[in-house]
């Protein structure tokens, strides 16, 4: 099956700091990205979706300056957390659908963020 | 709007015994159904899906789900379950029609607990 890359698994940093993850299809190509949250032992709630070439679209009550998303190329898009706080702390979880086949998602193995 | 409700937070049973993990949904148009599960600290990973044609749907390791439009379910279910099935069970439900882009709306999830 089709297989997407989520980088780093965990990260740690301190209040403030920034952070990138990284969400990579890699053998197939994703006009569009999504990005979820998910809090523990709860569902995923969807924040984003990435489009490639185009501004990402943002949920309902999620920052945009907060979680700043890039989708650079046909196989790469990235979520930074600016001035991460302890709040942001959280798995983050991105999926793919491969290009012409938008009703199937492949999920990342995820990012655990902790924010001290 | 769509939405997926899945009754039970928590399933536990004796290794062997069969299992269902129950999912309703409610949605005003067309619907794609999906299963995934999520072992401790990882992605998502798709167990089933219903997209079109037979409502009966089976995954390679043994589970299966039926897609019922008039109870508007998606339950899944195991004849006989082994340890190694621990883990959370999310149902899903994205727009068949192509609408919101796919956008899948995710249930609470249910945590499978196998025991010997």
């Known amino acids: 099956g089709a297989v997407v890359s989520q980088h780093p698994s965990r990260v740690i940093c301190k209040s403030g700091t920034s952070v990138k993850i990284e969400c990579r299809s890699l053998?197939?190509?994703?006009?569009?990205m999504f990005w979820y949250r998910q809090f523990p032992k709860q569902s995923l709630m969807l924040m984003a979706t990435?489009?490639?070439?185009?501004?990402?679209?943002?949920e309902q009550g999620v920052e945009k300056d907060k979680f700043l998303i890039n989708h650079a190329s046909l196989t790469l898009s990235t979520l930074t957390v600016t001035s991460a706080h302890p709040e942001d702390s959280s798995f983050y979880i991105c999926?793919?659908?491969?290009?012409?086949?938008?009703?199937?998602?492949?999920f990342g193995a995820g990012t655990r963020l902790s924010v001290l | 709007a769509q939405s997926v409700t899945q009754l039970d937070s928590q399933v536990p049973v004796f290794e062997e015994a069969p299992v269902e993990l129950r999912c309703n949904y409610s949605?005003?148009?067309?619907?794609?159904l999906f299963w995934y599960v999520q072992y401790p600290n990882q992605g998502l990973q798709l167990l089933l899906k219903?997209?079109?044609?037979?409502?009966l749907v089976e995954s390679i390791n043994g589970f299966e789900a039926e897609f019922n439009k008039s109870q508007t379910s998606f339950h899944l279910r195991k004849p006989s379950v082994h340890i190694s099935d621990t883990a959370e069970y999310f149902c899903a439900v994205s727009d068949g029609s192509g609408g919101s882009n796919y956008k899948l709306t995710f249930g609470k999830g249910t945590l499978l607990t196998v025991n010997p």
């Open positions: 990435s489009n490639e070439g185009s501004k990402a679209t943002y």
């Open positions: 219903y997209l079109s044609g037979s409502t």
């Open positions: 999926s793919a659908p491969p290009r012409g086949l938008r009703n199937i998602q492949y």
């Open positions: 949605s005003s148009v067309s619907v794609y």
């Open positions: 053998d197939f190509q994703a006009t569009t």
